[in-house]
């Protein structure tokens, strides 16, 4: 079964602080890996992604690791910002095991910057 | 542009009782998706649409069906709702079934509770 973790349910840092969130993968074949940004009563909305061929993708504060020996992503925020805190569903997508084309999505981990 | 709209925003059905989730997009885009999401779970797909008249099954299709008569248009209907199908339900679409690393754009979602 192809999954995609996200071990921290929430997290909490100051103002200014760097964010780092976490995400574990399972799947080799993924082609893509993304994270999205969940306000309250509000839809996902894409952030950042980052190519299996590549190993760091950055987009003004936000920046996105990915080490495919560890099968792992990480997503840094610097700095963080009180309208950051959302909560921050990773995702990829490829072939599965199966043969079939997966998208998959992680579990979430809230985020709180304290002002 | 409106993107992905999502209609009604909420609603709460008794047991038995049946129902139609609007979902629109004004991008063009060929494909697109709903989801549904539980508390502390990531999203799980439901059925998903690659082009008009033409549908396909995902993760979790028993207890929902789907038509896509146009491009614009992909509602999901439950007919017996049953309390297991309380959760919050994303529309979604995007150009191509993987996204290419841009991402899904959702709709902001509809909260049905099942009494």
């Known amino acids: 079964d192809q999954q995609v973790k996200q071990n921290s349910p929430s997290l909490s840092v100051q103002e200014g602080r760097i964010s780092i969130l976490n995400c574990d993968y399972t799947?080799?074949?993924?082609?893509?890996f993304l994270w999205y940004k969940k306000y309250p009563a509000e839809g996902p909305t894409f952030l950042i992604s980052?190519?299996?061929?590549?190993d760091k993708n950055e987009d003004g504060r936000f920046t996105v690791f990915l080490n495919k020996s560890a099968k792992h992503l990480s997503l840094h925020i610097v700095p963080s910002q009180p309208g950051d805190s959302a909560v921050y569903f990773c995702?990829?997508?490829?072939?599965?095991?199966?043969?079939?084309?997966?998208?998959?999505f992680g579990t979430g981990t809230r985020l709180k910057v304290l002002a | 542009n409106a993107g992905v709209t999502q209609t009604p925003k909420s609603r709460i059905l008794k047991i038995g009782q049946s129902m139609t989730l609007q979902c629109a997009q004004d991008?063009?885009?060929?494909?697109m998706y709903w989801y549904r999401q539980d508390p502390g779970m990531g999203l799980k797909l439901i059925y998903y649409?690659?082009?008009?008249?033409?549908?396909d099954k995902g993760e979790v299709p028993n207890g929902y069906n789907v038509s896509r008569s146009t491009t614009e248009d992909f509602p999901l209907r439950l007919e017996l709702a049953a309390p297991s199908q309380t959760s919050v339900y994303f529309c979604?679409?995007?150009?191509?079934?993987?996204?290419?690393?841009?991402?899904?754009?959702f709709g902001s979602g509809t909260r049905l509770t099942v009494v």
């Open positions: 979604a679409s995007s150009t191509s079934r993987g996204g290419e690393g841009y991402g899904y754009t």
């Open positions: 799947n080799s074949m993924f082609d893509y």
């Open positions: 980052i190519s299996s061929i590549k």
């Open positions: 995702a990829s997508h490829g072939w599965g095991t199966s043969g079939t084309y997966k998208y998959i």
């Open positions: 991008m063009n885009h060929n494909y």
């Open positions: 649409s690659v082009g008009a008249g033409i549908t």
